[in-house]
């Protein structure tokens, strides 16, 4: 079956070091993944996606992910996390279901970033 | 650009009415909208996919009769919830992709839903 997983409920980290949040997958065929970002009582704003090309992805607010084939990770990175950073992060693979393109979501990281 | 929005953002109702919730692109046409809803603390259920001028494909598990979902333009999409219930309260994002070949979805706001 075809899935995300996001093995941390929640990551604790100290205001100016680096952060990272984990993301593996399950799929068959060359994965798009996306990571999205939800603040309290908000909707998901977009962070980045991988498609092909650069195992490396930029994207919004310093964030970038490092995609790996081998071990099929897709690991959410920043290298000096600010306390407004804390918020919900989910992991998401595109799955072609029923000739439909549909998300699969990770169950979320709370991220927490201590001042 | 690529921006969702949603109306309400908050609804409280009693028992047994019906509640309709807009999903609109305001940048942008959308061939494709999805509904999800959001548990708290859980992550996001897919509910169904909306395509403009035809009919929704629900999830497995999804009562059609009771989310009714149209999407008559390319800019909008609505969720109907009908004859709400209290374990119907919960959270109702929509997104939408700007075309069938664009990979990323752009969400809603979010709708709160509570039911008395």
């Known amino acids: 079956a075809q899935s995300v997983a996001q093995p941390e409920d929640q990551v604790n980290v100290a205001e100016g070091n680096p952060l990272t949040v984990k993301c593996t997958y399950s799929?068959?065929?060359?994965?798009?993944l996306f990571w999205y970002v939800q603040y309290p009582n908000r909707g998901l704003q977009f962070l980045l996606k991988?498609?092909?090309?650069?195992?490396l992805v930029k994207g919004s607010y310093g964030f970038e992910a490092e995609f790996n084939k081998s071990q099929t990770s897709f690991h959410l990175k920043k290298p000096s996390a600010l306390v407004s950073d804390s918020a919900l992060y989910f992991c998401a693979v595109r799955v072609l279901t029923s000739g439909t393109y549909k998300y699969i979501f990770g169950t979320g990281t709370r991220l927490k970033v201590l001042a | 650009g690529a921006v969702v929005s949603q109306h309400p953002s908050r609804v409280i109702c009693k028992s047994g009415t019906s509640v309709k919730i807009e999903c609109r692109s305001l940048d942008f046409q959308a061939t494709t909208m999805f509904w999800y809803r959001q548990f708290p603390k859980q992550s996001l259920m897919l509910m169904a996919t909306s395509n403009e001028g035809s009919k929704a494909t629900y999830e497995q598990g999804v009562e059609k009769d009771k989310f009714l979902i149209n999407h008559a333009s390319l800019t909008l999409s609505t969720l109907t919830v009908t004859s709400a219930h209290p374990e119907d309260s919960s959270f109702y994002i929509c997104?939408?992709?700007?075309?069938?070949?664009?990979?990323?979805?752009?969400f809603g706001p979010g709708t709160r839903l509570l039911v008395l």
């Open positions: 991988y498609i092909t090309g650069d195992n």
């Open positions: 997104s939408a992709r700007p075309g069938s070949f664009q990979e990323t979805q752009y």
């Open positions: 799929v068959s065929g060359n994965p798009y």
